[in-house]
């Protein structure tokens, strides 16, 4: 058999996925290891998904992330998924196999990791307060509802989105108490262990915190999943109160980290990719 020359091609498929980070680590990752493969950003529109993911294969793409908006809608067109990704409804991670695309959901597994590996936090008995009840917010409720958790109270603006993740979670997650908040007020954050920011306000430096002060206590720990700035507002707000904080940078290490292993079957190399994601963060003025 002639050897192999050209590159395995991997990538973030998304729309809009240009600001997506995940190059610099995976790339990094690739060069650490001496794995002969590139990573690519795929910003496709909605009517070229289907052709996209029929076409993986052909253009030597042995795998993918799957970002907003499609970590749903690419579910049609897998041959396979993970009890992850059938337990949360949604794909983060794609893998061309020989028996088609198998998909996976990293987000969750990589929310949980980061806060118990590095911030030593323990779900189990706690109280949490969720803002957001999209993709990313799904991911994180059903890995911290696995975990046994007191309670796990969810808000959003779309009251319809909050009723069906709750219902969602009372279906597959036996034994928290899940509240359908219909205010911030009524998330009771004031009496939570863990404060989870699920939506993209903090996107935009001038985006204004969510959360009033007076509900933010010290053995509040707050974790805002945007990672593009090291403090949204929440989390300036959160640090004068001394609650704990960490942004989303963690998760999108540790998921990464996770898809990685899935595509190359090999260890990623952790403090690479972290190094890179922090050298590109501080290239960009954002650090």
Known sequence: MAKKTSSDIYGVLGFPAKHSLSPVMHNAAFKELKINAKYRIFEVPPQELEGFLKDLSKNNIAGINVTIPYKERVIPYLQKTSVEADLIGAVNTIKVSQDGLEG??????????????????????????????????????????????????????????????????????????????????????????????????????????????KFLHQGLFVYDLIYHHPQTALLNSAKKKGCLTSNGLGMLLYQGMLSFRIWTGKNAPKEVMEEALLLTLKKSHQV
């Open 104 to 213: 996976f959901n990293t987000d969750g597994e990589g929310f949980l990791r980061h806060i118990s590996e590095v911030f030593d936090f323990d779900p189990r008995d706690k109280k949490i307060a969720i803002l957001g009840a999209g993709g990313a917010s799904k991911a994180v409720c059903v890995y911290l509802a696995k975990n046994g958790p007191k309670r796990i109270s969810v808000y959003d603006v779309n009251h319809e989105k909050v009723r069906g993740l709750i219902a969602h979670l009372v279906h597959c997650c036996k034994g928290p108490e899940f509240i359908e908040a219909g205010s911030i007020e009524e998330l009771l954050i004031q009496e939570a262990d863990l404060l989870v920011n699920a939506t993209p306000i903090g996107m935009k430096e001038s985006d204004p915190s969510l959360v009033d002060e």
